[in-house]
């Protein structure tokens, strides 16, 4: 190849041009091999290094001339010329430099958590992370098992109580060891086993995550929270088999249509009468209700949304409900805008009617009731979101909304009879006629 060769000097320099119908011209400084400038038809200028290297070209960008000086430009060049007649090639060099201080960098960054990273400051980070995949109950979990307590309540002179895992929040992540946990369960599982363990389980699923996250996983190697001498001072839960009967219809519907807030009401009696999951109906958009084709869209943690009937009384409770927001079931205290702890007005109305029965419970019981007017298994199953069980119903039934809505209407319409609720329809949702007897 033809080089251009000159002496470097800054007329040289300065005096460089390329040919406007070209994109660049090259210059080789003739004292020092290798040595070029480049030159670009907009007028950039730049030093190179251009050699051989096992058979191809090698070239190298040393810096701009406005930067490097000729000198400067002239001993790197010669060092690169070094390197080269080595055998070595100067980018892999850099290279494996630039990755040396990124792994320097690195570890300095997973010694000071590890020096200064406490549980609460990584919970922080885990919660903020996986938000957007969460439902609202959950999230809810998460900040009241860390919260610091001590703040009034929304509806009571009451302060929150110090959450579940709020003694842990100070302590170092590297120091959250099995011993510690186990102290922690001995004392948590002698007040509130029942949120002991749901608490365990939550710092259980956070420990997995600080496992495989980049920094973390350095600093938390084990899931302290998973070992045998933490379980067994949190004891074992009990099974629940809660429901509401058929003769207790009465008193649950007529307690819970009691409770002062009529957002709270509408959802506890819709969650009866649809058997969804706590989670999925709180969070319903006005969006998601199609009152004219009489369906609601919900989240489900199986298939991700669903669509079931929407039945004549509960399309009359939620068209009854003030539209404050996108939320079906809103609340204008809530941060997120819709309810989150529906379980306390529903504790309270239970008392009232002498039962116990939790929120996943009235699932239990759409369950349990749908047996009374002996509604296939299917049907009741696809309208709660169950996974399909069986061969045929996995690959081979698919039912129309049409015909869940059939039968949906005739759970619904039951409850009602035994609850004691006459209910007329009108023709269009909001404008009904409820006569309890």
Known sequence: MKMNKKNFTSGVIAGARCDPEKKQALFFDAKTPGLGLRVTNAGAKSYIFETRLHGKTLRITIGDTFTWTIKKAQEEATRLKMMVDQGTDPRQVEAEQEAAKVSELAAMVAQRARETMTVGMAWHEYVSAMK?????????????????????????????????????????????????????????????????????????????????????????????????????????????????????????????????????????????????????????????????????????????????????????????????????????????????????????????AGLAVTLHGLRRSFASLCEWIEVPVGIAAQIQGHKPQGVREQHYIRRPLDLLRMWHVKIEAWILEQAGIEFVPAEKPGVLRVVES
């Open 132 to 352: 957007p995949a969460w439902g609202a109950l959950h999230l809810h979990d998460h900040t009241r098992a860390m919260q610091a307590g001590g703040e009034r309540r929304t509806r009571s002179h009451k302060l929150t109580e110090p959450g579940t895992l709020t003694s842990l929040a100070t302590v170092r992540l590297v120091d959250l060891t099995t011993e510690l946990m186990a102290a922690w369960a001995k004392v948590e599982g002698s007040k509130r086993p029942a949120r002991a363990r749901n608490a365990r389980t939550l710092l259980s699923t956070f420990l997995n995550w600080c496992v495989a996250h980049p920094i973390y996983k350095t600093i938390v190697t084990d899931n302290a929270a998973q070992h045998k001498e933490v379980k067994k001072h949190l004891g074992v839960p009990k099974k629940k088999n809660d429901a509401i009967q058929r003769e207790q219809l009465p008193a649950w519907f007529a307690a819970v249509k009691q409770i002062g807030n009529p957002v709270i009401s509408a959802y506890l009696q819709a969650m009866l009468l649809t058997g969804a999951r706590p989670n999925e109906l709180i969070t319903v958009r006005w969006a998601d209700v199609d009152f004219q084709w009489n369906s609601m869209t919900i989240k489900d943690k199986v298939e991700g949304l669903r669509v079931i009937p929407l039945t004549p009384y509960v399309a009359h409770l939620l068209a009854g409900l003030p539209r404050r927001n996108e939320w079906v079931f809103s609340s204008p205290t809530a941060a997120s805008g819709h309810l989150v702890e529906p379980r306390i007005a529903h504790d309270k109305a239970c008392a009232v």
